[in-house]
């Protein structure tokens, strides 16, 4: 299974159509792609009917901390939304969890740490097959690194050993890899500035970073 892997476009769809063509010289045929939050910049959530009408690919996408929650509804009625539920595609399930744990700046899609581990908790939970939890923040103490600091969800970092992927977005310095209890933890780059990755799952997990430039 080969996924396209955006995060952190706000609002900004100039660079998609390079992306698109560069994922698909990459790995040919993507099956998927992942949109990791804020596709809006503080709305209108109507925004993102652009991005979603650039796409043939199934796409799962999630809300981000920059957009409003009624986005949620607007990604149900386009069939794409992945907050708070599960989608199987193929041998893969496929789990999400939009918003961000609380920042210093009140943005409009925050939730508190024991909510975010209710959640992440339930949708971990009875499924034997392989598991990519797309989320927006995160974990805390993996790529969320700051000049002052970590500042991922502490209650998101109970995921790692318990699926096999974690794609997420929210810290735009903080683009890469890392691995945690056996989980691979991807952070693709700001789709905003022409960053995605092209992540290819077979009996290994790889993920190739690629640019619009």
Same mark, same amino acid.
Do not use: H, Q, W
């Given at each position: 299974m080969k996924l396209l892997a /955006?995060? +952190?476009l706000h609002g900004d769809y100039s660079h998609v159509k390079a992306l698109k063509k560069t994922a698909g010289q990459k790995a040919g045929k993507i099956d998927a792609v992942l949109v990791a939050g804020d /596709?809006? +910049?503080?709305?209108? +959530?109507?925004?993102?009917?652009e991005? /979603?009408?650039?796409f043939e690919e199934p796409v799962l996408a999630i809300p981000g901390n920059c957009d409003h929650p009624s986005i949620v509804g607007l990604l149900e009625e386009k069939g794409v939304n992945l907050h708070k539920s599960k989608r199987t595609i193929g041998k893969m399930t496929f789990a999400g969890l939009g918003g961000s744990n609380p920042t210093p700046f009140n943005t409009p899609f925050e939730l508190p740490e024991d909510e975010i581990a209710k959640n992440v908790s339930a949708l971990l939970k009875g499924t034997d097959a392989r598991i990519v939890l797309l989320s927006h923040a995160p974990p805390?103490?993996?790529l969320d690194k700051l000049p002052f600091g970590n500042v991922g969800s502490d209650a998101l970092a109970q995921a790692p050993g318990k699926c096999d992927l974690i794609v997420c977005g929210h810290i735009h310095e903080a683009r890469g890899t890392v691995r945690v209890n056996g989980t691979l933890i991807v952070n693709p780059g700001m789709a905003a500035k022409g960053e995605a990755a092209v992540i290819t799952i077979n009996d290994e997990i790889t993920v190739e970073f690629i640019d619009s430039k």
């Open positions: /955006l995060s +952190d /596709l809006t +910049d503080f709305g209108p +959530d109507e925004k993102a009917l991005l /979603l009408a650039m805390k103490n993996t």
